[in-house]
């Protein structure tokens, strides 16, 4: 098992940063990427970006150039730095850690954390 906790969540301006932090613990070697995807209310859970252990990287066209992903390996922990945030990226954003094969499909990330709150005031 994979164990994630999320963290860096809050509330913010439009225009502002903030940094969301996922701490993986567990079997970690049974994941080879680590993605964060994002839940509006009454939306679908969507991809946001996601990082390998090869240190590819991969973005959504709504946040490219406006979010880096990125990893410690040594604190076995994804960042995910986003700025010039904008209202329509309020949402809970989860960390997920891949179990399957597709990068940016819900369905191929078997780990999961609790999520934390991030909401862009206009």
């Known amino acids: 098992q994979v164990q994630l906790v999320e963290s860096g969540g809050g509330l913010v301006q439009a225009g502002g940063s903030l940094r969301l932090s996922c701490a993986a613990s567990?079997?970690?070697?049974?994941?080879?990427?680590m993605a964060w995807f994002r839940q509006a209310p009454g939306k679908e859970r969507e991809f946001v970006s996601a990082?390998?252990?090869?240190?590819?990287?991969y973005y959504a066209v709504s946040v490219k150039g406006r979010f880096t992903i990125s990893r410690d390996n040594a604190k076995n922990t994804v960042y995910l730095q986003m700025n010039t945030l904008k209202p329509e990226d309020t949402a809970v954003y989860y960390c997920?850690?891949?179990?399957?094969?597709?990068?940016?499909?819900?369905?191929?990330?078997?780990?999961w954390g609790q999520g934390t709150q991030v909401t862009v005031s206009a």
């Open positions: 997920a850690g891949r179990s399957g094969s597709s990068i940016d499909a819900v369905g191929a990330y078997g780990y």
């Open positions: 567990g079997r970690t070697f049974s994941t080879d990427a």
């Open positions: 990082i390998t252990w090869k240190d590819s990287t």
